[in-house]
């Protein structure tokens, strides 16, 4: 039975290390300075909004909820205020913006905002009728008495058969030109800008158009530091380094394998996380990654056949040398095929059709192929794929790299 100190432990591990939620409050962000004065500086400058863009499982919600935090003035009566919604598959123009008026009646006093405020603009409101054009947001900001940001969260999932990304950059040309006191933040997953907002052109002068990549090793590395310092642990020297490797630049598996290894550890009762702990949590941070992983994963590698390669060779594509875009080309394959493989005379014939196989819909599509014949390049269409398929190499005994 665990004792109280091992219980306080466990509870604070579950505080510090959150993968299946958001970071709120800055205190729990490690890394991103960079990125988050560059926000805060584009917010805080008039007629300037942002759009925050990059792959899934970068932290970009997290990133959106601290500055939300960060950046409000509650106890200022004309204190800045944050609205932060988030879009789905069936918003329209309208109903994104209801949601974001809405929100004010809803949190009207965690963001400060006054009853009779957030009366006045709730009262107007005509579900789906009132907010029809850029004009009718800016003069419903304009019922505020105080300056406000508004992130949409996932804006992604708007749909592309409605005009709404196109009145979104309406409104921030309008917004701009009218000097109206208010930002638009617009938070979404995409390989490029033009794949989240094409309409970015149009309003390139009023937008700080900024990426979220995967976090460097350091950062992550900061994460099992903090985390483990504020549950009362140690740690074996390197291990945070070693989680920032195995976690590729994603910040999910560094909260997936610092909670389960600092769990094993208590479970041993002892305070020091050892890499033993760390490698019993290998196969619980395979249970419990987010995100459908798993199923793609299975997918792509499922087989009747005993002495199939699928996962040796996706194994290899993980662990291939890639470019600054991802990318990799079959002669990459060959020598951690070999290694994984303990096969040092393995020809390319043996695994080249497992990649165009890894391409078709039947196994999840989790490769995209460009280029011509004879100079084809391959790359992930998850990256987050990577970090699992790794682990689970070094779950199965494979000389992992």
């Not at 709120?24 to 300075?33: A, C, K, Q, T």
């Not at 460009?370 to 699992?388: A, D, E, R, S, V």
Request: charged share 25%; hydrophobic share 40%.
């Amino acid at each position: 039975m665990a004792n109280p100190n091992e219980m306080l432990a466990a509870d604070r591990l579950g505080k510090w290390f959150t993968p299946n939620k958001p970071i709120d409050f800055p205190e729990y962000l490690s890394g991103r300075m960079g990125l988050l004065y560059r926000i805060k500086d584009a917010l805080n400058t008039q007629g300037q909004h942002v759009i925050l863009w990059g792959d899934r499982g970068t932290g970009k919600t997290s990133l959106a909820k601290v500055i939300a935090f960060s950046i409000q003035e509650p106890n200022r009566k004309d204190g800045k205020r944050v609205i932060m919604v988030s879009a789905d598959s069936v918003d329209t123009f309208s109903s994104l913006w209801h949601k974001v008026f809405q929100e004010v009646l809803l949190a009207q006093r965690q963001l400060g905002f006054t009853q009779q405020n957030a009366a006045i603009v709730v009262g107007n409101l005509d579900v789906g009728e009132t907010i029809k054009s850029p004009n009718d947001v800016r003069l419903m900001i304009k019922s505020f008495s105080f300056p406000v940001v508004i992130i949409i969260d996932e804006f992604d999932r708007m749909p592309s058969t409605t005009d709404a990304k196109t009145l979104m950059a309406d409104t921030i040309k309008l917004f701009s030109d009218m000097n109206v006191d208010a930002s638009i933040m617009l938070v979404g997953v995409a390989e490029s800008i033009d794949e989240l907002f094409a309409e970015h052109a149009s309003i390139s002068r009023n937008i700080a158009q900024i990426q979220v990549e995967p976090m460097e090793n350091a950062e992550l590395a900061e994460i099992i530091q903090k985390g483990y310092s504020n549950s009362g642990l140690a740690y074996e020297n390197g291990i945070d380094a070693k989680i920032a490797m195995l976690s590729q630049g994603y910040p999910h598996y560094t909260h997936l394998l610092g909670l389960w290894a600092g769990r094993k550890a208590i479970e041993a009762h002892h305070t020091t996380v050892t890499f033993d702990d760390l490698d019993q949590a290998i196969p619980f941070t395979l249970d419990n990654v987010a995100g459908g992983i798993r199923h793609e994963y299975d997918t792509a590698t499922d087989s009747h056949q005993p002495d199939n390669l699928f996962k040796d060779v996706l194994l290899a594509c993980a662990m291939a040398e890639k470019d600054h875009r991802g990318r990799f080309q079959v002669k990459a394959l060959r020598k951690p095929l070999r290694i994984i493989l303990n096969r040092p005379k393995l020809e390319a014939i043996a695994y080249q059709g497992h990649l165009a196989k890894f391409c078709e819909t039947k196994r999840g599509a989790v490769l995209k192929r460009t280029g011509l014949k004879h100079n084809y390049w391959w790359q992930f269409t998850n990256p987050q794929l990577i970090p699992y398929i790794k682990l689970d190499g070094i779950k199965r005994g494979k000389a992992v790299t």
